[in-house]
């Protein structure tokens, strides 16, 4: 940790304080170059007693100080007697800079020459070995780098000490490589502060893992080596690899082993449960979120009326200009009329006046109102030019009444899980919202961040899937007074939906593209960062 201060306070604080971590190439590439060295091999002798040519060779060794208030594991130590050099192991080339290498990683690797001396042994120099160059380079503990190194102890002390966090690096090169870079958000945070240079591209990796869904009645999720094998009635059905899993969706009652329930939590793959009819019950990770500091900004403006109906503002507002450019881009008979747009407009501006929650309340459901009275403009006519394949008059759910309405509430179960699992994955509590007041399991903080994201993503599914012909009135079955999905059809929509999540748009502030999978954890962060006190307003994403 004190070597990532030195490169960058922000990286520290963020790993240390906040329990931040996301693999790269680079994190990759440095476990592997340490494989050797961290499986523990010899002991390191008792000082005092040891003869002065007894040779010390010693893997993976940890060290610890009260006195320094430091630990330390050495990957290597070598010496003969009392006198001992660590030997710190990097990734790469050795580089041609002045001293031999890097402060980050002198001071690293002096912390180690001091706690060995702690222990009582001389050590006035370590090693560091770069794998790939397969060079040494020599790293004397003289005065200055102590200096240096007490100093950053010091300094890392009262920064992660202070509840702040330390500022974004700006236009920094580090950023780019760095595997924190989407959940720092350096380029986003200084542009919506200072509103300058625009931010590079997001430098993640991308991720090839999806949500595995289960719906067959009875089947069994059970941990075979490093794949997941599921089964019904005790035929084996389907094989999938655990690193190809980004979730697993579970849709009625199906039976998973509890071997691979800990095998997900030890790899932080959540397990969203929904009834068999697609109602979101709930989902399941390990130990949850370290960042507890996100959680406690979270609670205290949520307690805070006046930030409540700001974040609500935004929220509904965003959701409303969001409806009007869905009706806008797929109005199927000439242009959508004037009137409607403008009426839009007029809810927006009452959105911008309203005093409380209760009086915005009402101006979204003006807006919804306005909007579903209109949306059967948006789909498509059958071969009777005169009628409507899917009748849609107005929104119904509890349970739906119509086909149409039946996939939008089908849309939003399966949008409100991909967001409770972001929001969770952020380390919020889902359950504690801004504008959806608490309610005994209902992820209010979900629905909130849920809002401009309907008409985009839910209802251009149900859009997309009834246009297409991806769904048709075949595929629905009534009951109760109900509608709902058949299998088959319920498969084709859930890859309807998956597809649309991995589609890219371009972000209309930072002007890179990303999909709207990553977008929704996109949104969870900047959040974050406005409930922490970097962002003066929280950004919702609004298309054009």
Same mark, same amino acid.
Not at 226 to 238: A, C, F, K
Not at 263 to 288: A, D, K, N, Q
Not at 350 to 360: I, K, M, Y
């Given at each position: 940790?004190?070597?990532?201060?030195?490169?960058?306070?922000?990286l520290a604080?963020?790993?240390? %304080?906040?329990g931040?971590?996301?693999?790269? !190439?680079? /994190?990759?590439?440095?476990?592997?170059?340490? +494989? =050797? &060295?961290?499986r523990?091999?010899g002991?390191?002798?008792d000082?005092?007693?040891?003869?002065?040519?007894?040779?010390?060779?010693?893997?993976?060794?940890?060290?610890?100080?009260?006195r320094?208030g430091?630990v330390?594991?050495?990957?290597?130590?070598?010496?003969?007697?009392?006198?001992?050099?660590?030997?710190d192991?990097?990734?790469?080339?050795?580089?041609?800079v002045?001293?031999?290498?890097y402060?980050?990683?002198?001071v690293?690797?002096?912390?180690?020459?001091?706690?060995?001396?702690?222990?009582?042994?001389?050590c006035?120099?370590?090693v560091?070995?770069?794998?790939?160059?397969?060079?040494?380079?020599? %790293?004397?503990?003289?005065?200055?780098?102590? !200096?240096? /190194?007490?100093?950053?102890?010091?300094?890392? +002390? =009262? &920064?992660?000490?202070?509840?702040?966090?330390?500022?974004?690096?700006?236009?920094?090169?580090?950023?780019?490589?760095?595997?924190?870079?989407?959940?720092?958000?350096?380029?986003?945070?200084?542009?919506?502060?200072?509103?300058?240079?625009?931010?590079?591209?997001?430098?993640?990796?991308h991720?090839e893992?999806?949500p595995l869904?289960?719906?067959?009645?009875g089947?069994?999720?059970?941990?075979?080596?490093e794949?997941?094998?599921?089964?019904?009635?005790?035929?084996?059905?389907?094989?999938?690899?655990?690193?190809?899993?980004?979730?697993?969706?579970?849709?009625?009652?199906?039976?998973?082993t509890?071997?691979?329930?800990?095998?997900?939590?030890?790899?932080?793959?959540?397990?969203?449960w929904?009834?068999?009819?697609?109602?979101?019950?709930?989902?399941?990770?390990?130990?949850?979120?370290?960042?507890?500091e996100?959680?406690?900004a979270?609670?205290r403006?949520?307690f805070?009326?006046?930030v409540?109906l700001?974040?609500?503002?935004?929220f509904v507002?965003?959701?409303?200009?969001?409806q009007?450019?869905?009706?806008r881009?797929?109005?199927?008979?000439?242009?959508?009329?004037?009137?409607?747009?403008?009426?839009?407009?007029?809810?927006?501006?009452r959105a911008q006046?309203?005093?409380?929650?209760g009086?915005?309340?009402?101006?979204?459901?003006?807006?919804?109102?306005?909007?579903f009275?209109a949306?059967?403009?948006m789909?498509?006519?059958?071969?009777?030019?005169?009628?409507?394949?899917f009748?849609?008059?107005?929104?119904?759910?509890?349970?739906?009444?119509?086909?149409?309405?039946?996939?939008?509430?089908?849309?939003?179960s399966?949008?409100?899980?991909?967001?409770?699992?972001?929001v969770?994955?952020?380390?919020?509590?889902?359950?504690?919202?801004?504008?959806?007041q608490?309610?005994?399991?209902?992820?209010?903080?979900?629905?909130?961040?849920?809002?401009?994201?309907?008409?985009?993503?839910?209802?251009?599914?149900?859009?997309?899937?009834i246009?297409?012909?991806?769904?048709?009135?075949?595929?629905?079955?009534?009951?109760?007074?109900?509608?709902?999905?058949?299998?088959?059809?319920?498969?084709?929509?859930?890859?309807t939906?998956?597809?649309?999540?991995?589609?890219?748009?371009?972000?209309?502030?930072?002007?890179?593209r990303?999909?709207?999978?990553?977008?929704?954890e996109?949104?969870?962060?900047?959040?974050?960062?406005?409930?922490?006190g970097?962002?003066?307003?929280?950004?919702?994403?609004?298309?054009?």
């Amino acid at each position: 940790m004190l070597n990532e201060f030195v490169y960058c306070p922000r990286l520290a604080y963020l790993e240390w %304080v906040q329990g931040e971590w996301a693999e790269s !190439a680079d /994190t990759v590439e440095g476990r592997h170059a340490h +494989r =050797r &060295v961290d499986r523990a091999n010899g002991d390191l002798p008792d000082p005092a007693g040891s003869a002065e040519e007894t040779r010390i060779h010693a893997r993976s060794i940890t060290l610890s100080s009260e006195r320094l208030g430091l630990v330390a594991k050495a990957d290597l130590i070598e010496g003969t007697g009392k006198r001992v050099t660590p030997v710190d192991y990097k990734r790469g080339k050795r580089p041609h800079v002045a001293r031999g290498a890097y402060d980050p990683e002198r001071v690293q690797l002096c912390v180690q020459g001091m706690l060995l001396e702690e222990h009582g042994f001389c050590c006035d120099e370590g090693v560091l070995y770069y794998v790939e160059s397969r060079e040494r380079v020599r %790293v004397p503990f003289d005065d200055e780098l102590r !200096a240096l /190194t007490r100093s950053a102890i010091d300094e890392m +002390r =009262r &920064v992660t000490s202070g509840s702040s966090i330390p500022p974004p690096l700006v236009d920094s090169p580090k950023c780019v490589r760095c595997s924190l870079v989407g959940i720092c958000l350096p380029d986003e945070v200084n542009f919506l502060r200072r509103q300058e240079a625009p931010p590079r591209p997001l430098a993640v990796p991308h991720d090839e893992a999806l949500p595995l869904y289960v719906q067959a009645r009875g089947a069994k999720v059970a941990k075979n080596g490093e794949t997941l094998e599921i089964s019904v009635e005790g035929e084996p059905t389907q094989t999938v690899r655990l690193r190809d899993v980004s979730q697993l969706v579970l849709m009625g009652q199906i039976y998973v082993t509890t071997p691979t329930l800990h095998e997900l939590m030890t790899r932080e793959i959540p397990v969203s449960w929904h009834s068999y009819g697609g109602w979101f019950m709930g989902h399941t990770v390990g130990t949850g979120h370290k960042n507890v500091e996100i959680r406690t900004a979270q609670y205290r403006a949520s307690f805070d009326p006046a930030v409540c109906l700001q974040l609500a503002k935004g929220f509904v507002i965003a959701k409303i200009q969001n409806q009007k450019t869905l009706l806008r881009r797929n109005w199927k008979d000439g242009s959508a009329p004037e009137e409607l747009l403008d009426g839009f407009q007029a809810d927006v501006r009452r959105a911008q006046r309203a005093t409380n929650l209760g009086e915005l309340l009402g101006v979204e459901g003006q807006a919804a109102a306005r909007y579903f009275g209109a949306f059967s403009a948006m789909l498509s006519r059958g071969r009777d030019a005169e009628a409507l394949p899917f009748d849609f008059q107005t929104r119904n759910r509890r349970p739906p009444t119509d086909p149409v309405n039946a996939l939008l509430s089908f849309a939003y179960s399966l949008l409100t899980r991909a967001l409770t699992v972001a929001v969770t994955a952020v380390g919020f509590d889902c359950y504690r919202g801004f504008y959806h007041q608490p309610r005994y399991g209902r992820p209010a903080l979900a629905l909130d961040l849920m809002e401009p994201f309907r008409p985009l993503i839910a209802d251009s599914c149900v859009i997309q899937a009834i246009n297409n012909g991806e769904v048709r009135p075949s595929d629905f079955i009534r009951a109760g007074g109900g509608v709902a999905l058949k299998d088959d059809a319920r498969k084709r929509f859930i890859g309807t939906f998956e597809r649309r999540l991995s589609q890219e748009v371009t972000h209309p502030l930072f002007g890179y593209r990303v999909s709207y999978r990553r977008l929704l954890e996109l949104q969870a962060r900047l959040l974050a960062r406005h409930l922490l006190g970097e962002l003066p307003e929280y950004p919702n994403f609004t298309t054009r």
